[in-house]
């Protein structure tokens, strides 16, 4: 399986807030919010592991030499670009070179970090053909999927509360190579929600073909978008988590 982490943004709410190092090295509970991030992942799944960042933060913060120290028995691989991208979606196209095309896909964000003591089986659970992972919400600034009465993913949409299946970010297709044709598409027709070019809603192109995919509830999970966000983080309990 492809795993690829996307953290090519720049931070600005944090920067605006007076830190001066980049969101992925700031410090919780004894890791960093990268690795709270990247850790609640089944890295026993990857056969790549992909981090596609800003070339601004390896060269200034030494960001690549601190991942190649945190994962080196996974052979991270890395993508650094000159500038932010449009989209998520875009920014996993970018490092189509660096992926197994035949292999699966999985997408997670570091905005987010979770427990989850089914995702590892679902993943590889063939009988479907990927996962999201969600837990409930109704707020309107998170992506939502909507189910069948089977439990089968039938719409995703880009913060418009459909469901009260909020997702965590983590977006897995079983295939590689029909995420990337997929991506390209939305990309080539300027098809955006919000101004992005978001992952969450590439999925409901797969599903008109009559593709399959279900949800990963997790058991909990910790928002570390925004420093607000950081501060409660900090604030929690070490035990709890």
């Known amino acids: 399986m492809n795993i690829v982490i996307p953290m090519a943004g720049l931070g600005s709410r944090f920067t605006e807030a007076g830190y001066a190092i980049p969101k992925p090295l700031l410090p919780a509970h004894g890791k960093t919010l990268l690795e709270w991030s990247v850790d609640s992942l089944p890295l026993e799944l990857a056969t790549t592991l992909v981090f596609v960042g800003l070339k601004q933060h390896r060269d200034e ?21 000159d500038e932010t991208t449009r989209g998520q979606a875009e ?6 070179d660096l992926l197994d095309p035949e292999a699966g896909l999985l997408i997670f964000n570091i905005d987010t970090a979770f427990r989850s003591s089914g995702l590892a089986a ?7 053909d990927g996962v999201l992972g969600s837990f409930h ?4 600034r998170f992506s939502f999927a909507s189910t069948d009465a089977d439990g089968i993913v039938n719409e995703v949409r880009e ?6 299946d909020a997702l965590t970010g983590l977006y897995h297709f079983s295939s590689t190579a029909a995420f990337l044709e997929i991506a390209r598409a939305a990309i080539a027709a300027d098809e955006r929600e919000k101004g992005e ?9 797969l599903i008109a073909r009559g593709a399959r995919f279900i949800l990963d509830p997790c058991e ?5 978008g925004t420093p607000a966000e950081y501060q409660a983080f900090l604030a929690e309990d070490p035990a709890s988590l």
């Open 137 to 140: 919400s109704t707020e309107p």
């Open 122 to 128: 679902r993943l590889q659970d063939a009988s479907h």
């Open 61 to 81: 913060h030494g960001l690549e030499d601190e991942i190649r120290r945190l994962y080196a028995s996974r052979n991270p691989r890395f993508l650094w670009l």
């Open 197 to 205: 070019f978001y992952v969450a809603p590439l999925y409901n192109r």
């Open 220 to 224: 909990k999970h910790w928002i570390l």
């Open 159 to 164: 913060k418009s509360v459909i469901s009260n």
């Open 91 to 96: 920014t996993v196209v970018l490092a189509a």
